[in-house]
């Protein structure tokens, strides 16, 4: 007897439109989005599809008719509403593209609600293309699950970042030299420090000593170590995320 198929297939595209959903609307797809369902996934008529618009939720939608350049979709209903995710930002300072586009791709699906790129003294990489970063977290979205993208925003001086910080907001700062004072234990701060985060990041170059105090002169900055070791920047991240989306935010 075959296995009755879990409707809809797990293997259904899942892709963000940025257009708001609703149910029986008719969508019209070309572009990337319809060269990929038709040429990569080869989508036939009548086949389902999961949209997500980052507005109200996630659908389920199928196949009406195919072009060769783009397709229409009806949408058959809500699936899932759009989440919210942990209160958790990154502010980490830019470096090498893909290096930071891999940050990017794992810090959405690791759960964080924003991505703040941080411009400080060593930070050697001086603009960055939004429009590639967003598409890597999109991208991240897509595959992940989510229902909501995290927001990306324009790059930021240190400086600007500290003088305009949210009140309520602890800043959990990744010291790599904090390690040998025995202080900036993650756990402690996290059990501590509890409500909405952010995660500071620096360059391959760390921070300044004169950014180390600025930092540290913020009476939300929490200096936390990860470990004895110097992480690359995009570990530190990863590594930075992942404890506290288990002490703090959804992971239970
Ligand atoms: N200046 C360092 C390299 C910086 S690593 C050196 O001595 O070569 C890039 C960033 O990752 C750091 O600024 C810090 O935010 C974070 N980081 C790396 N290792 C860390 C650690 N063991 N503890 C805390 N933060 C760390």
Not at 125 to 151: G, N, W, Y
Not at 197 to 209: K, T
Request: net charge negative; aromatic share 6%; proline share 6%.
């Amino acid at each position: 007897m075959p296995a009755t198929p879990a409707y809809p297939p797990l293997s259904a595209p899942r892709l963000f439109v940025d257009v708001e959903l609703s149910d029986g609307a008719e969508i019209r797809l070309d572009g990337s989005h319809a060269h990929y369902l038709i040429k990569v996934m080869r989508i036939k008529q009548g086949d389902p599809i999961k949209l997500f618009d980052d507005r109200t939720g996630e659908y389920l939608a199928h196949v009406t008719s195919l072009g060769k350049r783009d397709l229409i979709l009806h949408i058959d209903g809500k699936t899932r509403e759009r989440e919210t995710v942990p209160d958790l930002w990154l502010c980490a300072a830019p470096i090498k593209k893909d290096r930071y586009n891999w940050i990017a791709e794992k810090a959405t699906e690791l759960g964080i609600a924003k991505m703040v790129p941080v411009e400080t003294e060593r930070t050697q990489v001086r603009f960055i293309k939004t429009d590639k970063i967003q598409a890597h977290m999109i991208e991240a979205a897509e595959q992940c699950e989510r229902t909501s993208l995290p927001s990306l925003d324009p790059i930021t001086a240190l400086h600007d970042l500290l003088s305009d910080w949210p009140e309520d907001r602890h800043l959990f700062f990744a010291d790599e030299r904090i390690h040998e004072s025995g202080e900036g234990s993650f756990r402690k701060a996290l059990v501590a420090h509890d409500g909405p985060a952010a995660i500071l990041i620096g360059p391959e170059g760390g921070f300044s000593d004169a950014e180390g105090e600025a930092i540290r002169s913020l009476k939300q900055a929490v200096p936390v170590s990860l470990g004895p070791r110097i992480l690359r920047a995009d570990t530190a991240a990863v590594a930075a995320i992942s404890l506290w989306m288990a002490g703090r935010g959804d992971w239970n």
